[in-house]
């Protein structure tokens, strides 16, 4: 069974970083392409980041290039998402993703992703 825990969210302020952690307990991490989205209410969710199963690849929404950075450690079934110089607009419910083994994958489409964690909200003061 397939089991997203993310954590790491909190009050920071701006200009401050967190570190998110997406675990998995429920199978083997490392054969997944993993992403970070975000959602604020009343708006979709939104792509973040992502990385491919072997952390060769690596995508980012073009407003947290240079200010986030997504990177994974398969022998601890976890990837992470280092957020620096953040900004109120950063502001929002966390989420991480996986893809079913065997699906096409986008990096940046929810629809790609099967599998969601409960999400961690992170929020920034101005």
């Known amino acids: 069974q397939v089991q997203l825990v993310e954590s790491g969210g909190g009050l920071v302020q701006a200009g401050g970083s967190l570190r998110l952690s997406c675990a998995d307990s429920?199978?083997?991490?490392?054969?997944?392409?993993v992403a970070w989205f975000r959602q604020i209410p009343g708006k979709e969710r939104e792509f973040v980041a992502a990385?491919?199963?072997?952390?060769?690849?690596?995508y980012y929404l073009d407003s947290v290039k240079g200010r986030f950075t997504i990177s994974r450690d398969n022998a601890k079934n976890t990837v992470y998402l280092q957020m620096n110089s953040l900004k109120p607009e950063d502001m929002a419910v966390y989420y991480c993703a996986a893809p079913r083994a065997g699906s096409s994958w986008f990096p940046t489409s929810t629809r790609s992703y099967d599998y969601w964690g409960q999400g961690t909200q992170v929020t920034v003061s101005s």
């Open positions: 429920g199978r083997t991490f490392s054969r997944y392409a």
């Open positions: 990385i491919s199963w072997g952390g060769s690849r690596t």
